[in-house]
C-alpha cells in the first residue's frame, strides 16, 4: 500500500476515534461490478451505538450495510487501490481528497474543512424507507412475513415496488400535479396489485394526498383479491375492476398507469391516457410482439439481423421508439429510461410522457414515424392505429 493511502485510511479512523469525521466517498470505480459506481460512508445511530453506513450507488439501485468502526476502516483498505482509485473524506479539521493512478502512484490533498460542524446522525438521510414492510397489504399479498420481513423469494419483487413508488413519487413531483391535494390514478393491468396498493399507500399515507385509485385487469381472481385486500387495508378509494383496458371507460385521471401490460395492451394503455388527457402516463412495456414478425431487415443489417435476440431486442427498441414518438405527436414530452435493474427483470423500460401545452410539430413527427416504419417494413403499430 503506498504512503499517500495508508494516511488516508490513518486519518479516516483517526477522525472516527476523535469524532470529526463528517462524511466519506469513494470514486473511480474500476472493479468488477458492472453496475456499481460509488460508495458513500456516513455515520448512523443504530441500537448497537454508532456505526458506518456504506451505501453503495448503482446505475438503478442502491445497496446498504452498516458496520462497526474497525470493520469498516477494514472495508475501505480492502477496496481502495484496487476498485476504488479516488477518495473524499470529509471531517470537520480538513478534507482529505486522494486520488490513485494506474500505475499506483497516487496523490493526497489536504484542504480546509467544508463542513465546520458535524451533521445530525440519521439512519434514514440517505435514503427515505418509501414503502413499509408491515404493511398488512404487503402481508395479504405474500410480499412480507407475519412479522414484517421480505419472503426470500420475494426480495426482487420489494426492490421493484420500491422503486416504483420512488419513481413516481419523483415524476409527481416534477409535474404540474405537484401541488395538488387530490389525484385520480388509473392501474391498467394491476395484476396482483402489489405496485397499485404501494402507491395508493404512498400517496394517501406518506404524501397526505386525496387519492383515488382503479386497477383494472381481467383476471376475475386477481381483481376479487384485491377488492378484499384493499376493505381489509381500510383502502377506501382503491378499487380493482375486472375488464379489458381497451373496454374502459376513462374519463377523468391525472396519472395514467401500466406495468408490464403484455403486448399491446401497453398501447391501449396508452391511447386511453391520451384520450383521457392524463397529465402523466407511466408505462412499462413487456412482451412485445407485435413488431417482430413485421420487420423485415433493411440489407445494410443484414447479417447483424440474422441472430434472433438482435432482432428481438431491435423489435423492442423501435415498439418503444415508436411509442414515445407516438405520445410526443399527441402532446407529450417524454422520457425512457431503465426502471429497475435488468438483474431484476427483462421488462425495465419505462416509457413517461407528460402532458404539456406547447405547439407539436405533427407533420415533421409524421414523417419521423413513417420513415422508420418505411425502412423497416413495418406496417402495423397498435397504439398509431388507436390514433388515426
Ligand atoms: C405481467 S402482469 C403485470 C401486473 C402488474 N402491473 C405488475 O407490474 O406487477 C400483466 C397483467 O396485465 C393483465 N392484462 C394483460 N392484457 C390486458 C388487457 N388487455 N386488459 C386488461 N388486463 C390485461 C394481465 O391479466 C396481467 O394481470
Redesign the pocket.
Known amino acids: 500500500m503506498t504512503e499517500n493511502i495508508e494516511k488516508f485510511l490513518n486519518e479516516f479512523a483517526k477522525s472516527l476515534h476523535a469524532e470529526t469525521f463528517v462524511k466519506m466517498t469513494l470514486g473511480n470505480y474500476r472493479g468488477n461490478d458492472a453496475h456499481l459506481q460509488k460508495l458513500l460512508v456516513r455515520l448512523v445511530e443504530t441500537k448497537k451505538g454508532a456505526r458506518l453506513f456504506f451505501l453503495y450507488r448503482q446505475d438503478t439501485r442502491d445497496t446498504a450495510k452498516n458496520f462497526d468502526f474497525a470493520e469498516g476502516v477494514e472495508k475501505v483498505k480492502e477496496v481502495l487501490g484496487r476498485d476504488f482509485f479516488s477518495g473524499h473524506l470529509f471531517t470537520i479539521e480538513n478534507d482529505f481528497q486522494l486520488d490513485i493512478g494506474k500505475k499506483g502512484k497516487s496523490r493526497l490533498n489536504v484542504a480546509k474543512p467544508t463542513f465546520k460542524e458535524k451533521p445530525p446522525i440519521d439512519h434514514n438521510r440517505e435514503k427515505q424507507v418509501l414503502v413499509n414492510p408491515n404493511s398488512f397489504y404487503l402481508k395479504a399479498l405474500g410480499i412480507t412475513t407475519d412479522k414484517g420481513e421480505i419472503r426470500d423469494k420475494q426480495h426482487d419483487k420489494w426492490r421493484q415496488i420500491n422503486k416504483f413508488v420512488e419513481t413516481l413519487g419523483n415524476l409527481f413531483d416534477k409535474s404540474e400535479l405537484k401541488d395538488r391535494k387530490s389525484l385520480r390514478i388509473v ?6 396489485g ?2 397499485t396498493f404501494a402507491a395508493y399507500d404512498y400517496f394517501k399515507n406518506t404524501r397526505r394526498i386525496d387519492v383515488k385509485i382503479t386497477g ?4 376475475e381472481g ?1 381483481v376479487e383479491l384485491d377488492n378484499d385486500i384493499a376493505d381489509a387495508s381500510e383502502f377506501e378509494n382503491l378499487k380493482f375492476v375486472k ?4 373496454d374502459f371507460d376513462l374519463q377523468d385521471v391525472d396519472i395514467l398507469v ?5 403486448n399491446t ?1 401497453s398501447d ?1 394503455a396508452i391511447f386511453k391516457g391520451i384520450r383521457a388527457r392524463a397529465d402523466l402516463i407511466v408505462v ?1 412495456p ?1 412482451c412485445h410482439q407485435e413488431i417482430r414478425p413485421q420487420l423485415k431487415s433493411p440489407e445494410m443489417f443484414k447479417n447483424v439481423f440474422k441472430h434472433g435476440i438482435i432482432l428481438e431486442r431491435e423489435a423492442e427498441t423501435l415498439t418503444d421508439g415508436l411509442r414515445a414518438l407516438l405520445l410526443e405527436r399527441s402532446g407529450y414530452a417524454t422520457r425512457i429510461f431503465e426502471f429497475i435493474s435488468s438483474e431484476h427483470t427483462a421488462k425495465n423500460n419505462m416509457i413517461v410522457g407528460t402532458k404539456h401545452r406547447k405547439n407539436v410539430d405533427v407533420e415533421s413527427l409524421d414523417a419521423q414515424i413513417q420513415a422508420i416504419k418505411s425502412f423497416y417494413g413495418i406496417e402495423r403499430q397498435r397504439l398509431e392505429n388507436l390514433l388515426t
Open positions: 392501474d391498467m393491468g394491476s395484476g396482483k402489489y405496485l383494472v385487469d381481467t383476471r386477481l375488464g379489458y383496458i381497451n401500466a406495468l408490464h401490460a403484455c395492451a391501449e412499462a413487456c
